[in-house]
């Protein structure tokens, strides 16, 4: 596979010269591609991932393009990458033109983070005034973080301050993230988030019992 990215990459430094100076660096088991410093995709297993912005997102999506998933200790992370797929390899031209589309939406979301402009969370889908203070109050305090902390980690958070909270919340949060209402989630994300949601009340049921067994010896 390491063979098969290099190959990738060097297709890519030369698809996508026209862009500036393309770099390639180790990064998520994989490599990032760059160009003036500014990282727009990754390479990983010789697949190519083109990173959406919040502008280009939706695009990618009704594209058709697989998102990458990062598995991280058992956890499922949806990130913003899209896989390039054979059909579209095959219109390099279309395919510039997708990789000037991330390049310059890393580039808006980069001067957003400069001048401090973050969204406010309640301006998200699914995310009330009140859902917005329980973020505050675990340290998320705009889009941005939430982004980055991504729908399993800030539902822990926020398991750590308030107790017994359902996995509409989870859903809610990912669907924030991804730009859609919670009813709209597309299936392959709630599928795989609802099997991490089961799989925590699992591990909460048997430390539950643990504890019960050490009370009761």
């Keep these: 596979m390491i063979t098969q990215s290099k190959k ?10 026209s862009l500036g100076n393309i770099r390639a660096r180790s990064q998520f088991g994989g ?6 410093r500014v990282m727009f995709a990754l ?16 695009y990618f999506c009704e594209q058709g393009m697989e998102r990458l998933i990062y598995r991280k200790r058992g956890m499922a992370v949806l990130l913003r ?10 219109k390099p031209r279309a395919l510039r033109r997708m990789a000037m589309l991330s390049l310059r939406g890393m580039q808006r979301d980069i001067d957003r983070r400069k001048n401090n ?6 301006d998200l889908p699914n995310l ?3 859902l917005e203070r329980m973020l505050w109050e675990v340290g998320i305090e ?40 919670e009813a709209a989630l597309p299936m392959a994300s709630r599928e795989l988030l609802t099997q991490w949601y089961n799989h925590q009340q699992e591990q909460l049921e ?3 019992q643990n504890t019960h067994n050490v009370a009761a010896s």
């Design 8 to 17: 990738r990459i060097l297709q890519c430094m030369e698809l996508f010269a």
């Design 31 to 36: 490599y990032s591609l760059s160009a003036n």
């Design 43 to 58: 390479v990983s297993d010789g697949e190519l991932y083109l990173r959406a912005s919040q502008e280009t997102e939706q």
């Design 81 to 90: 990458y899209f896989k390039v797929s054979k059909a579209q390899w095959e």
């Design 117 to 122: 402009e973050a969204g406010r969370l309640k």
């Design 128 to 130: 009330t005034l009140a």
């Design 142 to 181: 705009n889009s941005d973080d939430l982004r980055l902390q991504g729908a399993c980690v800030t539902y822990e958070k926020l398991c750590a301050v308030k107790k017994d909270l359902s996995i509409n919340i989870l859903m809610a949060l990912e669907g924030a993230i991804l730009g859609f209402h």
């Design 206 to 208: 048997q430390q539950r």
